[in-house]
């Protein structure tokens, strides 16, 4: 069964400052690996979209990369602003069904 | 990226009765749609998968008779919760995949489903 793991659950940082989320998976056996990006009380945007055979990805100030063999992939953003505060989900698709969720990273960019 | 809409984005009903969530694609036609169910803090549990014309599977311990989806177009699927109780309190949330099959996952917006 795959597991999926974010770290840390909850980050606070200063405006401007670069930062990396973690999310690592046990099964290497993945279609793809998507980060969203959660408001409170809203549904989830697609961040970026990591097929198995890429390893990175990126938009904007943001990059993702995927170590399959590691099982590990990261969500870096760049300059970071207070409108980045979100929840950031990482979820890892096997098949159709078989998409799983961490746990999430709760951000915080402090003004 | 493709849209999908939810509506209503918050409804609260008495307890015994019936509340219809609509999930709908608008700018491509979604093979596949998955109703989710994400409780406070926590992630998002997958209820079932729908895909048009056809039952939806119903993942371990989702009651198929409580919370029925219908997918009877490309862009439109349904939930119903029947029969509300307090405990059916949560945000529902759809997602849908497109005929093209990218493999990426668009989300709506959610519904916070509130039973008195």
């Known amino acids: 069964k795959q597991e999926v793991t974010q770290i840390p659950a909850a980050l606070s940082v200063p405006e401007g400052e670069n930062l990396v989320l973690n999310c690592s998976f046990t099964?290497?056996?993945?279609?793809?690996l998507q980060w969203f990006r959660q408001d409170p009380g809203k549904g989830l945007t697609s961040l970026l979209l990591?097929?198995?055979?890429?390893r990175e990805q990126t938009s904007g100030r943001l990059n993702a990369s995927l170590d399959k063999s590691s099982g590990r992939s990261t969500l870096y953003i760049a300059a970071s602003q207070p409108g980045d505060s979100a929840t950031y989900l990482c979820?890892?698709?096997?098949?159709?069904?078989?998409?799983?969720f961490g746990s999430g990273t709760q951000l915080t960019v402090l003004p | 990226g493709a849209v999908v809409s939810q509506h209503p984005s918050r409804v609260i009903c008495k307890s015994g009765t019936s509340v219809k969530i609509e999930c709908r694609s608008l700018?491509?036609?979604?093979?596949?749609m998955f109703w989710y169910r994400q409780f406070p803090k926590q992630s998002l549990m997958l209820m079932a998968t729908?895909?048009?014309?056809?039952?939806?599977?119903?993942e371990q311990g989702v009651e198929k008779d409580k919370f029925l989806i219908n997918h009877a177009s490309l862009t439109l699927s349904t939930l119903t919760v029947t029969s509300a109780h307090p405990e059916d309190s949560s945000f529902y949330i759809c997602?849908?995949?497109?005929?093209?099959?990218?493999?990426?996952?668009?989300f709506g917006e959610g519904s916070r489903l509130t039973v008195l």
């Open positions: 997602s849908a995949t497109d005929r093209a099959n990218t493999g990426e996952l668009f």
């Open positions: 990591i097929q198995s055979s890429q």
């Open positions: 700018d491509f036609q979604a093979t596949t």
């Open positions: 979820a890892v698709r096997r098949s159709a069904r078989q998409l799983t």
């Open positions: 099964d290497s056996a993945i279609y793809n």
């Open positions: 729908s895909n048009e014309g056809s039952k939806a599977t119903y």
